[in-house]
């Protein structure tokens, strides 16, 4: 194997852990989702692209990710560039274009996560605040729940009538 390979499956391990131990502890649908919403993505992407490897898109995507959901996390690259969790994708992108790779599959991945983190986290927001009627675009079906474990049942809904009779 490449060493841009090995690079790129270790970052994609450690940081898809940190994402499944932390923003998405108990939330083992909405994970799943994720990866289903990033690989269908790149997936389209890629036909289009004539890129046929996906695996380092999808390390951008939860490097990216994991950046913008861990602001204040301060890093260090090879020991003398010190920057925080946010622009983490941005100098791997650096550091992949200094060894002589293509930026494409790398921006295919930053891109898919920005847009991900967008559905997920700044629309519902935004959704909120503006009152529109369509809060969540990124939750998880309940057959999703469901396989993962995770499913729980939604109360009853009480009709009019019953409720009128108990006033």
Same mark, same amino acid.
């Given at each position: 194997?490449?060493? %841009? ?24 649908? $909405? ?5 289903? !919403? ?10 289009? %692209? ?14 990216? @990710?994991?950046?913008?959901? $861990?602001?204040? @996390? ?22 992949? @274009?200094?060894?002589? $790779?293509?930026? %494409? ?12 983190? !967008? ?49």
């Amino acid at each position: 194997f490449p060493l %841009t390979f090995l690079f790129h499956m270790y970052f994609l391990v450690r940081y898809c852990r940190l994402l499944e131990e932390g923003d998405f502890r108990g939330r083992t649908s $909405n994970f799943v989702l994720m990866l289903t !919403f990033g690989i269908f993505c790149m997936a389209v992407v890629a036909s289009y %692209t004539k890129v046929h490897f996906l695996g380092s898109a999808l390390t951008f995507m939860m490097v990216y @990710v994991w950046g913008r959901r $861990n602001e204040d @996390v301060k890093m260090s690259f090879l020991g003398f560039i010190t920057f925080t969790a946010p622009y983490l994708p941005w100098v791997m992108l650096a550091f992949s @274009v200094l060894i002589g $790779n293509s930026i %494409t599959i790398d921006l295919i991945g930053i891109v898919v996560g920005h847009c991900y983190y !967008f559905l997920e986290y700044v629309y519902p927001v935004i959704a909120e605040l503006r009152g529109w009627r369509i809060k969540r675009i990124m939750e998880p079906p309940s057959i999703l729940h469901w396989i993962c474990g995770t499913y729980v049942e939604p109360p009853p809904m009480m009709m009019e009538e019953e409720h009128e009779h108990q006033d």
